[in-house]
């Protein structure tokens, strides 16, 4: 007597499997336990890497040009205005009196025609409203004394501020002595200097106003040029940035 296990009684049905076959047949035309349309698990394509995103790595692209241009042009500036200012004490340095001198005390003037660079002239050092004369004494060589076409104010190494007050003149060169008084007003001092020529008068202008104004207006133009073109800069690497960003 035989029996056949692998067999169920009737024999195996048409399309039926036999009994105790492997299980990795298809289940409907698919394999078992996946449903259609729907990919194995853990094989989604694409999941979790969308394209670009995080593309951009690292920190965004430097700005230029930078800073530093815009610090550079103030300390030329800043450069220009101490030049200027000491350019402008050098050229009238040596113009104020050296020694000051009471109403009524003598003072001598050595005079050359030939040397314009040093020409004598007569200051004051009085409060406002003072009214004084100065002449030649009695006796002494007579020379020129006549009002000066402008007026300025210089300080001295002692620190008073003198005033050009005549301008001196004589026919020759030599030593002449001066007197002044005071007529109305209160005290005054009285010194012998420098006339300050047009010329070097107008190369301290230069110095004391042209360079200090050329400094500040080219530093206040390249902060503008820097500042415009890095908002630009900045613009076109956020833009940049953004698009890599965004895939």
Same mark, same amino acid.
Request: charged share 10%; aromatic share 8%; hydrophobic share 40%.
């Given at each position: 007597?035989?029996?056949?296990?692998?067999?169920?009684?009737?024999?195996?049905?048409?399309?039926?499997?036999?009994?105790?076959?492997?299980?990795?047949?298809?289940?409907?035309?698919?394999?078992?336990?996946?449903?259609?349309?729907?990919?194995?698990?853990?094989?989604?394509?694409?999941?979790?890497?969308?394209?670009?995103?995080?593309?951009?790595?690292?920190?965004?692209?430097?700005?230029?040009?930078?800073?530093?241009?815009?610090?550079?042009?103030?300390?030329?500036?800043?450069?220009?205005?101490?030049?200027?200012?000491?350019?402008?004490?050098?050229?009238?340095?040596?113009?104020?009196?050296? *020694?000051?001198?009471?109403?009524?005390?003598?003072?001598?003037?050595?005079?050359?025609?030939?040397?314009?660079?040093?020409?004598?002239?007569?200051?004051?050092?009085?409060?406002?409203? *003072?009214?004084?004369?100065?002449?030649?004494?009695?006796?002494?060589?007579?020379?020129?004394?006549?009002?000066?076409?402008?007026?300025?104010?210089?300080?001295? *190494?002692?620190?008073?501020?003198?005033?050009?007050?005549?301008?001196?003149?004589?026919?020759?060169?030599?030593?002449?002595?001066?007197?002044?008084?005071?007529?109305?007003?209160?005290?005054?001092?009285?010194?012998?200097?420098?006339?300050?020529?047009?010329?070097?008068?107008?190369?301290?202008?230069?110095?004391?106003?042209?360079?200090?104004?050329?400094?500040?207006?080219?530093?206040?133009?390249?902060?503008?040029?820097?500042?415009?073109?890095?908002?630009?800069?900045?613009?076109?690497?956020?833009?940049?940035?953004?698009?890599?960003?965004?895939?």
């Amino acid at each position: 007597m035989s029996h056949n296990f692998g067999t169920p009684p009737g024999g195996a049905g048409p399309g039926m499997p036999g009994y105790g076959t492997p299980q990795n047949q298809q289940y409907g035309g698919q394999p078992y336990g996946q449903q259609p349309g729907i990919p194995p698990y853990g094989a989604a394509p694409g999941y979790g890497a969308p394209p670009g995103y995080g593309a951009p790595q690292g920190p965004p692209p430097k700005v230029k040009p930078g800073v530093g241009g815009i610090v550079g042009a103030w300390l030329v500036a800043v450069v220009a205005v101490v030049v200027g200012v000491g350019g402008f004490f050098f050229t009238v340095s040596g113009v104020a009196p050296e *020694t000051s001198h009471a109403p009524g005390e003598t003072m001598t003037v050595r005079f050359d025609p030939a040397d314009e660079a040093n020409r004598p002239a007569v200051y004051v050092s009085a409060a406002a409203g *003072t009214k004084f004369e100065c002449g030649f004494p009695e006796g002494s060589a007579v020379g020129e004394l006549a009002r000066p076409d402008t007026q300025f104010t210089v300080t001295g *190494t002692d620190q008073v501020a003198w005033e050009l007050a005549l301008r001196f003149g004589a026919a020759q060169a030599g030593e002449y002595q001066v007197v002044c008084s005071v007529t109305d007003g209160g005290d005054a001092r009285f010194g012998v200097g420098k006339e300050l020529s047009a010329g070097t008068a107008a190369i301290g202008v230069v110095l004391l106003v042209g360079v200090p104004v050329i400094g500040v207006v080219l530093a206040v133009i390249v902060t503008i040029v820097v500042l415009v073109k890095r908002k630009r800069a900045r613009r076109s690497a956020a833009a940049a940035w953004g698009g890599h960003y965004g895939g």
